[in-house]
């Protein structure tokens, strides 16, 4: 089968299309053949090896030789013990552990996945289950009247995050580059913020809650940014961004009446088909930016990477 494959970390030129052996299922697994794979930040990380934890499990290459989590397609085969599905069922889920969406198949556990709905293309499924997760629990606390603060508001978590904070009633202010501010009041922003040229810790009235998708800032910015009694908390960032927000923003949150956390996002169909459902409902939409096929990989990848990417970007294999 066709497959983008890599040996070393690296810029997206360290990506080549292969053929490779078609994978099979073990116990547990099914055998998807992919019709389309939607590009996550954790992507790029993979990628590029950086920051640190995306070489959790190969220090020095890469664990696994083929990328892409976010996955839609068709059951081909099923493992032994598999109850849940059967070949020709039409499925998505984020493979985050295995990986393997960049190809024509890919092999991921029974309970990484959903039924697709009818209804939604597997394109548009395939932007749903990682950015949809992160975006759910992140805004889980929105409400009528608080403000909340979504750092890195224009990219794939970020432009669901944003539309459920809205529907929650909350005073919704994105923080993205110039090229996303229109994005982001289209999805229905109250306010936007440019990172290059305003710093949203400085001058703006406080948050009630922050969501911070790239967490570079000090830990005492970000309390300064916080409402005595506010929520920051980020779900990606430098290692050592995480490290100072889980040691020092927790103790210097908590002496001021503020909490300073890391999110850890609970993955799995229980906790991203809610937003399929709001998305079938027509509460949120779902925004593709670009679709790409599996021989421009390296593009795709570039255009989220650096950031030029308004919503999701979707890969086809065929
Ligand atoms: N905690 C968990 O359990 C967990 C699980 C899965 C994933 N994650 C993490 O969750 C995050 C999700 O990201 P995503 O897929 O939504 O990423 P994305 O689509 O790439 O969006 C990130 C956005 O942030 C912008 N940005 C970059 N630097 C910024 C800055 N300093 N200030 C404000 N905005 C900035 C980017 O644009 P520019 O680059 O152009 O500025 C981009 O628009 C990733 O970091 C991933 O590793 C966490």
């Known amino acids: 089968m066709k497959a983008v494959v890599y040996d070393r970390y690296g810029d997206p030129d360290v990506l080549r ?21 939607s590009i996550n930040l954790s992507d790029w990380e993979c990628l590029r090896g950086a920051p640190f934890y995306a070489r959790i ?40 552990q295995l990986m393997g969406g960049f190809a024509e198949y890919a092999v991921a556990p029974e309970s990484t ?47 669901f995050a944003i539309q459920l904070a809205k529907r929650l009633g909350a005073h919704v202010t994105g923080v993205d580059n110039g090229g996303k501010l229109e994005f ?40 300064r940014a916080l409402a005595p009694g506010g929520r920051y908390r980020c779900v990606g960032g430098s290692v050592r961004a995480l490290l100072r927000v889980l040691t020092i923003g927790a103790a210097a949150g908590r002496a001021t009446g503020r ?3 890391v999110l850890i996002v609970k993955q799995g169909p ?25 021989n421009n990989l390296p593009e795709a990848l570039a255009h989220v990477g650096e950031g030029r990417a308004l919503g999701k970007v979707v890969v086809t294999p065929r």
């Open 17 to 37: 299309l292969d053929d490779v052996p078609k994978p099979s299922p073990i116990a547990g697994q099914v055998l998807v053949k992919v019709a389309a794979t």
């Open 57 to 96: 499990g190969g220090l020095r290459t890469p664990k696994r030789r083929i990328l892409g989590s976010d996955i839609a397609g068709r059951i081909e085969a099923v493992g032994a013990g598999v109850t849940r599905f059967q070949p020709g069922d039409e499925v998505y889920g984020d493979n985050l």
């Open 113 to 159: 996945l959903a039924p697709k709905p009818a209804e939604l293309t597997f394109a548009d499924a395939s932007t749903i289950p990682q950015a949809g997760a992160i975006a759910l629990q992140g805004t889980a606390r929105a409400a009528e009247g608080r403000r909340m603060l979504i750092n890195g508001g224009g990219g794939g978590s970020g432009s």
């Open 184 to 223: 982001m009041r289209s999805l229905g922003a109250d306010e936007v913020i440019d990172y290059r040229r305003d710093d949203f810790t400085r001058g703006h009235e406080p948050y009630d809650f922050i969501l911070d998708l790239v967490a570079h800032r000090s830990v005492f910015a970000c309390r």
């Open 259 to 261: 909490r300073i956390g």
């Open 270 to 294: 229980a906790h991203f088909e809610p937003l399929a459902d709001r998305c079938l409902a027509g509460e949120v939409n779902i925004h593709i930016d670009r679709t790409f096929g599996l």
